[in-house]
């Protein structure tokens, strides 16, 4: 059987890593595409696979986006050029955009985080968004929601035999 291959990915896209989490812990308001600065021995690990992007968040530093704690192990064979696992990167955004996104940021309870890390015309991108907290009765909202869909799509595929 042939595998389904996912309408919202082009062709010209390999996701990396995806942060599942942050979709069961934040909303997602709005999000945006942003390259990032890494060093040789980083993206031969990339392409190796084994990033973290689970604890990483982004910050706004003197007018620049960086992306904080996201973990990207030692390439092996770099030997003594490698990189740290967990240094600051730096996020590449337009003024016009950091501006945009800087303004909603400093709102009390809205945080950027990296939602997925994908190579796009053999570049690494980052998808990051614009989030909110979700408390957790609206977890438990999520989740009771996520689990009628599943039951009616089973009774469905189920009466469809």
């Known amino acids: 059987m042939a595998k389904k291959k996912n309408t919202n990915d082009s062709p010209n896209e390999k996701v ?4 599942r989490r942050a979709r069961h812990d934040y909303i997602v308001l709005d999000s945006i595409e942003c390259g990032i600065v ?12 084994g990033i973290s992007l689970s604890e990483s968040f982004a910050k706004i530093k003197n ?10 192990p030692e390439y092996f064979e770099a030997s003594r050029f490698n990189h740290r696992p967990t240094r600051d ?10 501006r945009r996104f800087a303004k909603r940021a400093d709102a009390k309870g809205i945080t950027l985080v990296p939602l997925r890390m994908y190579f796009s015309k053999g570049k690494a991108k980052v998808l990051l968004g614009l989030c909110q907290g979700k408390q957790e009765h609206d977890k438990r909202d999520a989740k009771r929601k996520a689990d009628t869909e599943k039951g009616l799509r089973a009774a469905m595929m189920k009466r469809h035999r």
């Open 38 to 49: 890494l060093v040789g021995s980083e993206v031969k690990s990339l392409r190796a696979g």
């Open 89 to 98: 990167r730096k996020l590449l955004l337009h003024h016009s955009e950091i």
């Open 16 to 19: 990396i890593c995806e942060n």
């Open 63 to 72: 007018g620049e986006v960086w992306l904080i704690n996201c973990n990207i």
